[in-house]
């Protein structure tokens, strides 16, 4: 199974016909919230393609955090391991969209700031293969996680996001980095990542200590890196409406192939043909497709 020690936020997203400047009141055309944060939207995508998936986290002891929990079980991801801090809010991302499609964000760690080392060690990991890490929690549990991973014999795979440097003691617990250009330019220390030059961020970055280092290019696809060997993978064309979540559903659905022992190869096959269909609708979990579409669509 594949466990996932991450953010969970609470999208409230707000859609205005212009941005209100400092000091104004203005009224807005809808109000909705969307379950988020990167590592329950990394657990949903794996979930929907099958495969059992714990998420550890933490909430707020408000009403967002019944509610991302249970989001949770309904995706049928085990949620025992997102725990309820008392005294702070469950992780929020404020979002004004207007109409002509600019945003305007502030997120709020809340809880997700309180994860801590102690829970890092808490986790139960026997039957798990492989734990998937990001950013959106404090570094100090991230790295906490990887080593208490690599300890259980499970494989990390962390995606770097949002982009920031690592701690040189991070670098040798991973063993599979995923990454978009963005992320790989900072950890680079590159001018630029691009479809040309992907390969050879991929091989520096691989040197660090990740054995497969995957670089994904949006509407161009993904660069994969192991054994001095890279290989570049096209995406399909589509008519992309909302790419928010294109990174976190081809990490889900690249883990859920992983740990049923697919290739590489083909594990990041299925993992673009994910990612190609949930760039067609909007949203972020809402997007994300079942193994069933992946399968009829390609
Ligand atoms: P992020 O969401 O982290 O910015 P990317 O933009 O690289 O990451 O997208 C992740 C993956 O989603 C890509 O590797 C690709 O497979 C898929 N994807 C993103 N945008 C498109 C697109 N316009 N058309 C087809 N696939 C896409």
Redesign the pocket.
């Given at each position: 199974s594949v466990a996932v020690f991450g953010s969970l936020n609470m999208d409230l997203v707000v859609r205005v016909p212009r941005m209100p400047e400092a000091g104004e009141t203005l009224t807005g055309r809808s109000f909705l919230t969307n379950p988020g944060g990167k590592g329950a939207n990394q657990a949903v995508a794996c979930a929907r393609q099958g495969a059992r998936v714990a998420m550890v986290g933490r909430v707020g002891d408000d009403a967002f955090g019944a509610e991302l929990r249970s989001a949770l079980a309904v995706q049928g991801v085990d949620a025992s391991g997102v725990l309820e801090t008392p005294g702070v809010s469950t992780g929020v991302a404020a979002i004004l969209v207007d109409d002509g499609a600019q945003n305007c964000i502030s997120v709020v760690p809340g809880a997700n700031g309180q994860v801590a080392e102690a829970d890092a060690d808490a986790m139960r990991l026997a039957g798990t293969k492989l734990l998937l890490l990001q950013l959106e929690v404090p570094m100090a549990a991230v790295l906490r996680a990887a080593q208490v991973a690599r300890a259980a014999g499970c494989q990390v795979l962390l995606n770097p996001?949002p982009a920031q440097a690592l701690p040189e003691a991070l670098w040798p617990l991973v063993d599979i980095l995923v990454?978009?250009?963005?992320?790989a330019k900072l950890l680079g220390g590159l001018a630029d990542v691009h479809a040309g030059n992907a390969a050879e961020a991929a091989a520096q970055l691989s040197a660090r200590g990740p054995r497969d280092v995957i670089v994904?290019?949006?509407?161009?696809?993904?660069v994969w890196f192991a054994d001095g060997k890279s290989r570049h993978?096209p995406?399909?064309?589509?008519r992309?409406v909302d790419?928010?979540?294109?990174?976190?559903?081809?990490i889900g659905a690249l883990a859920a192939l992983l740990v049923e022992g697919a290739t590489m190869d083909r594990a990041v096959e299925h993992?673009?043909r994910a990612?190609?269909i949930?760039?067609t609708r909007v949203g972020a979990q809402a997007s994300m497709p079942t193994r069933a579409e992946v399968l009829t669509r390609s």
């Open positions: 996001a990454l978009n250009e963005i992320e994904t290019l949006g509407a161009e696809g993904a993978f995406a399909p064309q589509v992309a790419t928010t979540a294109a990174g976190d559903t081809f993992a673009i990612a190609a949930a760039v």
